[in-house]
């Protein structure tokens, strides 16, 4: 049975051409089992008419903010209450902005923020105002606060024009909508994540490490227990206690942490590479503390086994995301990274100037992968870590879903 069963949705169309798949969305989600209510705007009205929603969701359709007739069916503020859902399909760059801006200049602006219950977008336009910064700026705010963001698919646009913002279609927009009342995105998948440093020993007092806390790793462990993922967090050396939930590896070098993952990677769905694993580690260990006879001292390093690259070319990889810290042409870099790695995903983020990223509370990340870079502006690394779990679970589900399941296997 769909979690759409008994569920109110409130519909919102705003006017792009996708406006015509509407009636499809409404007969989906009652399909479903849903009860839908659909808003429009002005707009929407030159594309679709109220009729044909009203026929098809069986309910009378709002289209104005203070419409006698329609508030005497249900008032706004109660619609906005009576919603489990609000879905917003299509989403135009001009609502998506609206939203953004907290206007409340119509009904489907209003009810948005009038409501308690979580609000999903759709959008879809021409591809050149899908890519405009202006339009990725406004879904970062919104992804920020939570809203959910299904799409674009990419494809031939009404325009003529060949590129990302056509609206999914309807039964992969009941789909998404359905997960989110899954009691957990990421239930029954089992995600191994690394995290904090490595320590590289020299002789028994000394090694080698880097500034990393921990603090983004053991976030997003404790972000995708949250979700209902099993979770497996292999950690360097930090001073941070095991999330509710996760169970811990405790590691010290690099090659434990290899050994490690690669004994629990078999049966894990998505593995998440967070840790600052050091690249290179002495080559010999001074089973002795070494003592300053000279002036100068020198250490041979060799290479330290890449643990994510290695994950990646496993004959049957899980959704394999890697970190990647940088301090200049970020975008960039992450890309080359993801092919070089043969990673699905990067999460990329600057560091060096600014006072985000390593030791910090806060952080913000650039998502890479085949399609769209994604912003996750700068938030705690909590939130950060809920809105980067929430990224990885859509696409590991819309990955498995498209081939040989490994969820269904077992
Ligand atoms: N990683 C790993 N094993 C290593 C090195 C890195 O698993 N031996 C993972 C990290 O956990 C992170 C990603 O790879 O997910 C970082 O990639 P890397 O190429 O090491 O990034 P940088 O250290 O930034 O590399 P470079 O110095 O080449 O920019």
Redesign the pocket.
Same mark, same amino acid.
């Given at each position: 049975m769909s979690s759409l069963n008994q569920k109110n949705v409130l519909l919102g169309v705003t006017g792009g051409i996708a406006a015509y798949k509407s009636p499809d969305v409404v007969r989906r989600l009652r399909d479903a089992g849903a009860a839908v209510r659909v808003a429009m705007t002005a707009n929407a009205g030159h594309f679709i008419t109220a009729l044909t929603l009203q026929a098809v969701s069986d309910q009378a359709v709002y289209r104005k903010l203070l419409d006698a007739d329609s508030e005497s069916t249900m008032g706004h503020i109660e619609l906005a209450r009576w919603a489990d859902v609000v879905l917003v399909a299509p989403a135009t760059a001009d609502f998506l902005a609206r939203l953004a801006h907290g206007l409340a200049d119509d009904i489907l602006t209003t009810l948005c923020l009038a409501t308690e219950a979580p609000v999903a977008v759709a959008p879809a336009m021409n591809q050149q105002m899908w890519q405009h910064p202006a339009s990725q700026e406004n879904l970062a705010t919104l992804r920020a606060r939570g809203v959910s963001v299904f799409g674009p698919a990419e494809g031939s646009q009404a325009c003529g024009e060949v590129g990302p913002g056509r609206m999914l279609e309807a039964a992969d927009l009941a789909e998404r909508l359905s997960a989110l009342f899954e009691s957990g995105a990421l239930d029954k998948v089992k995600v191994v994540i690394?995290a904090g440093p490595t320590h590289e020993a020299i002789d028994p007092v000394r090694n080698i490490t880097n500034r990393s806390s921990g603090k983004m790793g053991y976030a997003v462990a404790r972000a995708a227990a949250e979700s209902g993922a099993e979770v497996v967090l292999v950690s360097g050396p930090t001073y941070l206690s095991c999330p509710r939930g996760v169970r811990r590896i405790a590691v010290t070098s690099?090659a434990e942490m290899h050994a490690a993952v690669l004994r629990e990677i078999a049966d894990a769905d998505v593995f998440v590479? +967070?840790? #600052? +694993?050091?690249?290179y580690r002495p080559e010999k260990f001074h089973p002795q503390k070494i003592k300053k006879h000279s002036d100068r001292l020198t250490l041979e390093l060799v290479r330290?086994?890449?643990?994510? #690259?290695a994950v990646a070319a496993l004959d049957n990889p899980p959704y394999t995301v890697?970190? #990647?810290?940088?301090t200049h042409n970020v975008e960039k870099?992450a890309r080359e &990274?993801l092919l070089k &790695?043969g990673v699905d995903m990067i999460a990329a983020n600057q560091v060096g100037d600014i006072d985000i990223g390593l030791e910090s509370d806060e952080n913000a990340l650039t998502l890479i992968d085949r399609g769209d870079a994604v912003s996750l502006p700068r938030m705690n690394k909590d939130k950060l870590a809920r809105a980067l779990v929430a990224e990885i679970a859509n696409r590991y589900c819309a990955k498995s879903r498209s081939k040989n399941p490994r969820r269904a296997r077992r």
């Open positions: 690394t690099a590479g +967070v840790a #600052a +694993v050091a690249d330290n086994p890449d643990i994510l #690259a890697g970190f #990647a810290a940088e870099l &990274k &790695k």
